[in-house]
Structures are given as structure tokens and as C-alpha cells.
Nanobody, 124 residues
């Protein structure tokens, strides 16, 4: 069973950038398709982005398309989310997630594994 630990969150001004990382341990990282979710205060957790284990397929929520980029390093067992042109509405706790199913499925179903989350706050 894989354990996931996010880092890289923080406070940034609107228009700025952050890169989130998710370190995986305790399992074979390359066996999992991976993704990012987020949860803003008072809102449900929502899908942000997903990537297949080969990095050949990526998927994004419409709200982040063109601004966020998901990537992974299967040698370093790490998942990344590069976030550019951040907006105040991107403020949320961001969660790393892993699934035994496809990256595509993360758009519509919950993953099998979650990280503990990292806070991203975008000031206006």
C-alpha cells in the first residue's frame, strides 16, 4: 500500500506560481495512475488533474486547464503540480491521490489512496 505526502503549499499573490510535490513510499509508484484534488472551505473535494503511470495521458479540470501542469518522476517516486497564474479561487487544500484504475477515472470516481493535503492560499 502506497503512502503519499504532499509539500510545497503556501501563500502566494494572485498571478503567482507554486509547485506542489507528492512523495510516494511503501509501494511501487509506477503501478499507479495519479492525480490531484482540492477542497476549498465549505465546498466538496473536486478533481484538479490526473496523469497515467507512463505520463502519456493527462487530464485537467476546465477551471485549471492552461494554467496547471501535472507531471511525475517514476524514478524519484514523486508527483508534481505546477500551478501558474494563480487566482484567489484556487485557494484550497490540495490532495495527492493514487488509483489502481485509470487516470481518466479520477475525473469521475474517488481514488484508492489519499495524501494528508497541503494548503494553498492565493491572496488578491
Amino acid at each position: 500500500q502506497v503512502q503519499l505526502a504532499e509539500s510545497g503549499g503556501g501563500l502566494v499573490q494572485a498571478g503567482g506560481s507554486l509547485r506542489l510535490s507528492c512523495a510516494a513510499s511503501g509501494g511501487s509508484f509506477s503501478n499507479y495512475d495519479m492525480g490531484w484534488f482540492r477542497q476549498a472551505p465549505g465546498k466538496e473535494r473536486e478533481f484538479v488533474a490526473a496523469i497515467s503511470w507512463t505520463s502519456s495521458s493527462t487530464y485537467y479540470a476546465d477551471s485549471v486547464k492552461g494554467r496547471f501542469t501535472i507531471s511525475r518522476d517514476n524514478v524519484m517516486n514523486t508527483l508534481y503540480l505546477q500551478m501558474n497564474s494563480l487566482k484567489p479561487e484556487d485557494t484550497a487544500v490540495y490532495y495527492c491521490a493514487g488509483t489502481h484504475r485509470s487516470a481518466y477515472s479520477l475525473q469521475y470516481s474517488l481514488p484508492d489512496y489519499w495524501g494528508q493535503g497541503t494548503q494553498v492560499t492565493v491572496s488578491s
